[in-house]
């Protein structure tokens, strides 16, 4: 009987083990960086999804469900539902990141990394140093992207664009002239303040931030005769390096056919 019991024990143990930690991410960007650092070891859950602003989204209960699993929910520290989540879920450990600034900025996003990379080397110990081999390998692929990509060519670019975005294109080298919010903070004596700055300042470029409203810059650039454009400060449907390589291919272009 004892023989049985422990026989039962190591294959249900096997079975978590082939599967993976569940790990529950608030963003798809923790999400992502929590598969490139845990691999297969782990099982990300993430809850919002990558298209939609993770400050207003109704955390509904499908999503508790989901990670009802899980042995740890990680978070930016931002997302307002957070204390809901904790309430209706007691029994797992909700850790917070805390890492200021934007993520799709490289050194943000590494430091961010490394974080993350400490709460699961504390969590699951035994693949601490899988963990950690992970991180520089992950380290050393975004490292590599940055230094592929001419910045030079953006440098003092003029450019309009979403509140949130701005950390980003200033990193590139664009010169941020203006910045504004959701669509629906924008007055009519707000929005024309913008195209006469858009016109007056030289700007380039309009950049909108997917998250946040992908059409709430485009006003600006139809009045003033200048490039649209929609970045996004999530990955959507792969990991943070690819969705660097793409946003930073989508800037080029679009300057390129300017």
């Given at each position: 009987?004892v023989?049985?019991?422990?026989l039962?024990?190591?294959?249900?143990?096997?079975?978590?083990?082939?599967?993976?930690?569940p790990?529950?991410?608030?963003?798809?960007?923790?999400?992502?960086?929590?598969?490139?650092?845990?691999?297969?070891?782990?099982?990300?859950?993430?809850?919002?999804?990558?298209?939609?602003?993770?400050?207003?989204?109704d955390?509904?209960?499908?999503?508790?469900?989901?990670?009802?699993?899980?042995?740890?929910?990680?978070?930016?520290?931002?997302?307002?539902?957070?204390?809901?989540?904790?309430?209706?879920?007691?029994?797992?450990?909700?850790?917070?990141?805390?890492?200021?600034?934007?993520?799709?900025?490289?050194?943000?996003?590494?430091?961010?990394?490394?974080?993350?990379?400490?709460?699961l080397?504390l969590?699951?110990?035994?693949?601490?140093?899988?963990?950690?081999s992970?991180?520089?390998?992950?380290?050393a692929?975004?490292?590599?992207?940055v230094?592929?990509?001419?910045?030079?060519?953006?440098?003092?670019?003029?450019?309009?664009?979403?509140?949130?975005?701005?950390?980003?294109?200033?990193?590139?080298?664009?010169d941020?002239?203006?910045?504004y919010?959701r669509?629906?903070?924008?007055?009519?004596?707000?929005?024309?303040r913008?195209?006469?700055?858009?016109?007056?300042?030289?700007?380039?470029?309009?950049?909108?931030?997917?998250?946040?409203?992908p059409?709430?810059?485009?006003?600006?650039?139809?009045?003033?005769?200048?490039?649209?454009l929609?970045?996004?400060?999530?990955?959507?449907?792969?990991?943070?390096?690819?969705?660097?390589?793409?946003?930073?291919?989508?800037?080029?272009e679009?300057?390129?056919?300017?």
């Open positions: 009987m023989r049985i019991l422990l039962s024990l190591l294959i249900i143990s096997c079975v978590q083990k082939e599967e993976g930690y790990v529950g991410a608030t963003t798809s960007m923790i999400g992502s960086i929590v598969k490139s650092i845990g691999k297969d070891r782990v099982e990300a859950i993430t809850i919002v999804p990558a298209g939609m602003c993770p400050g207003h989204f955390l509904k209960p499908k999503e508790i469900d989901r990670l009802s699993h899980a042995k740890i929910i990680l978070n930016h520290g931002f997302e307002g539902w957070l204390k809901k989540l904790a309430l209706a879920l007691p029994e797992v450990r909700i850790e917070t990141v805390g890492v200021k600034g934007s993520w799709m900025v490289p050194e943000i996003h590494l430091r961010a990394a490394e974080v993350i990379t400490r709460i080397s969590s699951f110990p035994e693949d601490s140093a899988l963990f950690q992970n991180l520089r390998s992950y380290r692929r975004i490292d590599s992207i230094k592929q990509f001419d910045r030079s060519k953006f440098k003092g670019v003029k450019v309009i664009c979403a509140r949130y975005q701005a950390p980003f294109l200033s990193w590139v080298g664009f941020v002239v203006a910045t919010g669509p629906e903070d924008l007055s009519p004596k707000e929005l024309a913008l195209i006469d700055l858009a016109r007056g300042s030289g700007a380039r470029l309009v950049v909108d931030n997917l998250q946040s409203g059409d709430a810059g485009r006003p600006i650039a139809e009045a003033a005769s200048i490039n649209h929609v970045l996004t400060n999530f990955p959507i449907d792969q990991s943070y390096p690819q969705t660097l390589i793409e946003n930073m291919k989508r800037l080029d679009c300057l390129s056919h300017h």
